[in-house]
């Protein structure tokens, strides 16, 4: 019987446009018996804002 200790790798990093967000597929290796498990993790990207602008006198707008 192992004592699973896993290291954690990620195998590819994409963005999904069905569901707009970020999904990083990793892959966790136990370092005793090699036994593998792979996740699929869904990350929210920051909304997408305009700052306002606080220089009076910018006239790039």
Not at 44 to 53: E, F, I, V
């Amino acid at each position: 019987m192992c004592r699973h200790v896993y290291t954690e790798a990620v195998k590819k990093s994409y963005y999904d446009n069905n569901l707009q967000c970020r999904a990083e597929i990793r892959v966790r290796t136990c370092i005793f018996c090699g036994k593998k498990e792979k996740e699929t993790v869904y990350m929210k990207d920051p909304p997408k804002r305009k700052l306002p602008k606080f220089i009076k006198h910018d006239l790039s707008d």
